[in-house]
């Protein structure tokens, strides 16, 4: 099935899960999801391909997969500018039911995470919802995976 689908609906469901969030935030809880879900079932969750960049692991489709969760109406993807004058990027779901969201993506119920997916995600969710981004950053970055994988190459 489309990876643009399972990955919209991947990122529909964490997005249910811990509601309004940064992209820097939402990136890293969409590669703990991958790390901890290829080492419990021995594959990833998503189809995103995560690279060792600025500021650690990032998937490069990310900005297509928001834009078209944006554009399908179940999201909000502001810039926005903080007290120090920093740009950052809010996601929001703009529905709080997930089978509601799923409704606009094509063949959605195809490509929904399987019930021991959805236990990882619920699991990322609860631990890292609530942690400031900082101290995510500061675990995601302490990983040996990070420090192995050269600049701009794929880590997971």
């Known amino acids: 099935m489309n990876t643009l689908f399972r990955n919209a609906v991947i990122v ?4 249910s899960e811990v509601g309004d969030i940064v992209k820097t935030k939402l990136v890293k809880l969409l590669f703990l999801a991958d790390y901890k879900a290829r080492e419990g079932l021995g594959r ?5 391909e995560y690279v060792r960049y600025l500021y ?3 998937p490069r489709d990310i900005e297509t997969v928001l834009a078209y969760l944006e554009a ?7 810039e926005r500018i903080n007290q120090r004058g920093d740009t950052y990027y809010l996601i929001y779901p703009k529905r709080s039911d997930f089978e509601e969201s799923l ?3 094509p063949h959605g119920k195809e490509v929904a995470p399987s019930e021991e997916e959805k236990a990882i995600l619920h ?6 919802g609530q942690k400031s981004l900082e101290e995510i950053l500061e675990e995601v970055y302490d990983m040996g995976v990070l420090k192995e994988v050269p600049f ?3 880590i997971l």
Do not use: M, Q, R
Not at 44 to 48: D, E, G, L, V, W
Not at 72 to 78: C, S
Not at 123 to 128: K, R, V
């Open 12 to 15: 529909l469901f964490l997005l």
């Open 44 to 48: 990833k969750i998503s189809n995103f």
């Open 103 to 105: 409704k606009a993506i």
């Open 123 to 128: 699991e990322i969710a609860e631990a890292y």
């Open 72 to 78: 399908k109406g179940v999201i909000g993807y502001e």
């Open 152 to 154: 701009a190459e794929p």
């Open 56 to 58: 650690g692991p990032y």
